[in-house]
């Protein structure tokens, strides 16, 4: 991962995950996420014109914001996803090939796991940080308990991750979250406010700045 990227991280915990967004809402949408203090947004790849959208947000934010693609399935689609101009890729799986490919290419890789020997292998394959999905069917305490065998390894809380149970997150280790539809809410999309997802995103930073 890049240093832009990691102090991102560090100062926001927030990845935000774009899926099913409408192309003439991505723009407002990354403002919004930018102005509440998100830096880090995944389009997902089975998102309708994703690739469009990770080029169009390139070429606007620039080394202002990393925006990657989510829902990576294949090298395949690592291949797009990278002419396209993502800065990152995340699986919602442990691919092997897949991964050893973003090292390749210099393009960190955020692997989807869940059991101790998912994580292990994607760490061992060269993955830059664990997206540990679905977090809130496992629980906080589940974090805890991977903190013992793997103290090194930065795991991501992803999946039924809110306001509420943020914070527990970290405190059992997570070193931040995706979030989804906790913060990039499908109604508020519909009803174009933007300005209340704004506010979402600065409450998670927040929090999590809070924390840290």
């Given at each position: 991962?890049?240093?832009?990227?990691?102090d991102?991280?560090?100062?926001?915990?927030?990845i935000a995950?774009?899926?099913?967004?409408a192309?003439?809402?991505?723009l407002?949408?990354?403002?919004?996420l930018?102005q509440?203090?998100?830096?880090?947004?995944e389009v997902?790849l089975?998102t309708?014109g994703?690739?469009?959208?990770?080029?169009?947000?390139?070429g606007?934010?620039g080394e202002?914001m990393?925006?990657g693609a989510?829902t990576?399935m294949?090298?395949?689609e690592a291949?797009?996803?990278?002419?396209?101009?993502?800065?990152y890729l995340?699986?919602?799986?442990?691919d092997v090939?897949?991964i050893r490919?973003?090292?390749?290419?210099?393009?960190?890789?955020?692997?989807?796991?869940?059991?101790?020997?998912?994580i292990?292998?994607a760490?061992?394959?060269?993955a830059?940080?664990?997206?540990?999905?679905?977090?809130?069917?496992?629980?906080?305490?589940?974090?805890?308990?991977?903190?013992?065998?793997?103290?090194?390894i930065?795991l991501?809380a992803?999946g039924?991750?809110?306001l509420?149970?943020?914070?527990?997150?970290l405190?059992?280790?997570?070193?931040?979250?995706?979030?989804g539809s906790s913060l990039?809410?499908?109604r508020?999309?519909?009803?174009?406010?933007?300005a209340?997802?704004q506010?979402i995103?600065?409450?998670f930073v927040e929090?999590?700045?809070?924390y840290a």
């Amino acid at each position: 991962m890049d240093a832009h990227m990691q102090d991102w991280l560090q100062e926001t915990g927030v990845i935000a995950i774009a899926r099913g967004v409408a192309e003439g809402d991505i723009l407002p949408l990354a403002d919004a996420l930018y102005q509440g203090g998100v830096r880090l947004m995944e389009v997902t790849l089975n998102t309708p014109g994703a690739l469009e959208m990770i080029r169009t947000l390139k070429g606007v934010y620039g080394e202002e914001m990393g925006i990657g693609a989510g829902t990576v399935m294949s090298v395949e689609e690592a291949r797009a996803a990278k002419l396209a101009g993502a800065r990152y890729l995340v699986t919602p799986h442990v691919d092997v090939d897949l991964i050893r490919y973003g090292v390749d290419q210099g393009l960190p890789v955020f692997a989807g796991a869940l059991t101790p020997t998912e994580i292990a292998t994607a760490h061992q394959a060269g993955a830059s940080l664990i997206k540990v999905f679905p977090s809130a069917s496992v629980g906080s305490g589940y974090f805890r308990d991977l903190r013992g065998p793997f103290p090194d390894i930065p795991l991501l809380a992803v999946g039924g991750v809110n306001l509420d149970n943020a914070a527990e997150f970290l405190a059992a280790g997570a070193v931040g979250w995706g979030l989804g539809s906790s913060l990039v809410d499908k109604r508020r999309l519909a009803t174009r406010d933007f300005a209340a997802i704004q506010a979402i995103a600065r409450r998670f930073v927040e929090v999590y700045q809070a924390y840290a």
